[in-house]
């Protein structure tokens, strides 16, 4: 009798244990793909909105479901904060094509730095990011350009790697300790 009352608990704690690791698989997978902030077209004024949906919410849902998306922050708000969030369609549809660093990455490809021309190839976010040069020659890092204006940036300004900005950067931050130095043609030869 005891032995069916073993079997049992075990045969209880292993689905048990398939149940949790189930739901924390779903959870994970539902946080992952809804996480981050986004660029979506706001469908009262047609103009692109900056929108971060509740990913630890639709973590939650997925765990016992489907996971229901909703707005944590858009940069509409507090004004229409009562919307429809009728834009959440939009990343349900294609979730990693309106993310920020998707645009972003896309926007690279292909392109080269403004001042040394050095080819751009896949970006590491977490070691040095590249930046922009703006129409008046100021380089500006990607967290200075509000989301919702992103695409707007895009048209006007154009890319620079990591160094190139920290070197533009020092010498607009502090001119005094710059020296332009005229290159010499017979002696750039030499290194050639």
């Known amino acids: 009798m005891d032995y069916i009352f073993v079997g ?7 689905l048990l244990a398939l149940g949790l690791g189930v739901g924390l ?19 009262e004024t047609h103009h ?3 929108v971060r949906v509740a990913a630890g919410d639709a973590a939650l849902h997925a765990t016992i479901g489907e996971a229901e ?29 309106c993310l920020v ?5 896309h926007w690279y490809t292909g392109k080269e730095c403004a001042y040394c021309h050095k080819p751009f190839g896949e970006l590491h976010w977490e070691l040095h990011h590249p930046a922009l040069v ?24 154009q890319p620079v790697c990591w160094d190139c900005h920290i070197a533009e950067t020092f010498r607009r931050e502090h001119p005094e300790m710059v ?9 750039m ?3 050639k």
Do not use: F
């Not at 049992?8 to 292993?14: K, L, N, R």
């Not at 998306?69 to 094509?97: D, F, M, T, V, Y």
């Open 69 to 97: 998306l909703r707005l944590k922050e858009c940069s509409r708000w507090p004004e229409r904060e009562a919307c429809g969030q009728l834009c959440l369609q939009q990343i349900e549809e294609a979730p990693n094509a």
């Open 8 to 14: 049992a608990s075990v045969a209880a704690v292993v």
């Open 25 to 43: 698989t779903r959870a994970v997978r539902a946080y992952m793909k809804y996480r981050g902030k986004r660029i979506v077209s706001c469908p």
């Open 48 to 50: 692109a909105a900056a």
């Open 179 to 187: 020296v332009d130095r005229v290159e010499d043609p017979l002696r």
């Open 134 to 157: 703006s129409p008046e020659g100021k380089t500006v890092q990607w967290n200075e350009v509000p989301a919702e204006k992103l695409q707007d940036t895009m048209k006007t300004h």
């Open 101 to 105: 660093s998707t645009i972003v990455n």
């Open 189 to 191: 030869s030499i290194y």
